[in-house]
């Protein structure tokens, strides 16, 4: 049962829209990602926070910007759609402990055509 | 930087055999290591999780890994395959001591069940 929800589940936009991708999580977890997967599966780091106000960009580059204004709620918005950014996108949080496992939702298949 | 390593993109066993999935990390920092499993469609789900209460660690649907610092390994085992088994796994590290550095998971390796 899923303690961290991602809305939509599935999303088809055209070229140059904006679009925002929900994650919200119960848990009251202060850490909380944004995973990009490829059609290859791996899993690639696009932004974390680490509480309110708090965000970082993690290893791939990406075109996205996300914001943290409170502890359960952690949007992903691209500002102009492209084709490059058709994926699969995880939201994921944890504890703070460094041995807290991670709490994935089920992720937002996004195609922009 | 540290790494995570896991050997073979895509592995097959029939049903009612061994599956042995491997993951070898860099480091010789004390890790935390863990285990998940995503089927399709969905997020993934933490199989299991080392955090040196004991080598050995069993997890969730039959499975266990063993931590074996000499080896910088955690391989994932379950002595008898099912269907259901089907899915992507993949093996992921924490480094204590490394600042507040996010989880590093591995490429994930594909498991196949074959009838």
């Known amino acids: 049962e899923a303690d961290i929800y991602q809305t939509p589940r599935y999303l088809v936009i055209g070229t140059g829209k904006k679009i925002t991708l929900e994650c919200s999580q119960t848990m009251g977890h202060d850490k909380m990602y944004w995973y990009q997967q490829d059609p290859g599966m791996e899993l690639h780091l696009i932004h974390y926070s680490y509480g309110v106000n708090s965000t970082e960009k993690g290893d791939l580059s990406s075109e996205s910007t996300v914001s943290r204004i409170r502890t359960e709620h952690f949007p992903l918005t691209l500002e102009s759609a492209r084709p490059s950014h058709t994926s699969q996108y995880l939201c994921?949080?944890?504890?703070?402990?460094?041995?807290?496992?991670?709490?994935f939702g089920n992720g937002t298949r996004l195609t922009v055509t | 930087a540290q790494s995570v390593t896991q050997l073979g993109s895509h592995v097959s066993v029939s049903e009612g055999a061994l599956v042995l999935l491997r993951c070898n990390y860099s480091?010789?920092?004390?890790?935390?290591l863990f285990w998940y499993v995503q089927y399709p469609n969905q997020g993934l789900q933490l199989l299991l999780k080392y955090t040196s209460a004991a080598t050995l660690v069993k997890g969730i649907n039959g499975f266990e890994a063993e931590f074996k610092k000499s080896e910088t390994s955690f391989h994932l085992t379950k002595p008898s395959a099912h269907m259901s088994d089907a899915a992507e796994y993949f093996c992921a590290v924490s480094w204590l001591g490394e600042g507040n550095t996010p989880l590093v998971f591995g490429k994930g390796t594909r498991l196949s069940v074959i009838a």
């Open positions: 994921a949080s944890s504890g703070i402990p460094y041995n807290s496992p991670l709490h």
């Open positions: 480091s010789s920092v004390p890790p935390y």
